[in-house]
């Protein structure tokens, strides 16, 4: 476990385990840059065959009811035009054969990270951004009492605030048993 997760972890963290993989470095930053901010799509196949290999290489015996992604909120997606992280969550599901559904939805707008003043602040921003939208007894095909282990995907883990608030809207609206796990291309 790194510093961050062993932090976290006495608190009561409602993510179970992230695993990133590719270190965000100037690389990292300009594949990234041109897949959500110069709007090439086709990143996302390449993304998503990067995450397949950390999936297998990590999370293959987990048993994963379902995987999702963490959503841009309405205005952000009006402005880049697509949502990155549903492409490749879809892309994910297709090469590990692990059922997508779009669990959740970006409930509050928050400011860039760019623009938020450290860990502290990035988490407050981040409660309450996130709700479930299930809460009945069907989720895409899949009861609700089937869904114990969910995958969450995100291009990068800087602090976890945005994968905790995303874990623990699914485990509120879920349940306290469901186990939430996160997927990022960098970390």
């Known amino acids: 476990m790194c510093k961050d997760c062993l932090a976290v972890q006495e608190k009561g963290n409602s993510l179970l385990r992230n695993r990133g993989l590719l270190p965000y470095d100037e690389c990292g930053k ?3 840059s041109r897949f959500k901010y110069r709007g090439d799509e086709r990143m996302a196949a390449f993304f998503s065959a990067l995450l397949a290999i950390e999936y297998y290489r990590s999370y293959h ?3 994963f009811s379902c995987l999702s992604e963490v959503p841009l909120h309405e205005s952000r997606l009006s402005d880049r035009g697509f949502n990155q992280m549903e492409l490749v969550a879809d892309g994910l599901s ?3 054969g692990i059922p997508y559904i779009p669990l959740l939805k970006r409930s509050k707008q928050t400011a860039k990270l760019s623009q938020q003043r450290g860990k502290r602040e990035r988490e407050e921003n981040m409660r309450g951004a ?7 007894s069907q989720i895409g095909g899949i009861i609700r009492k089937q869904v114990r282990e969910v995958l969450i995907v995100d291009d990068i883990y800087t602090t976890g605030s945005t994968l905790r608030a995303c874990a623990a809207a699914i485990r509120e609206a879920l349940g306290h048993t469901c186990q939430v796990s996160a997927l990022t291309c960098f970390r």
């Open 94 to 96: 297709k090469r590990i």
């Open 130 to 136: 996130f709700t479930c939208m299930y809460t009945g």
């Open 30 to 32: 300009a594949m990234l």
């Open 61 to 63: 015996s987990a048993g």
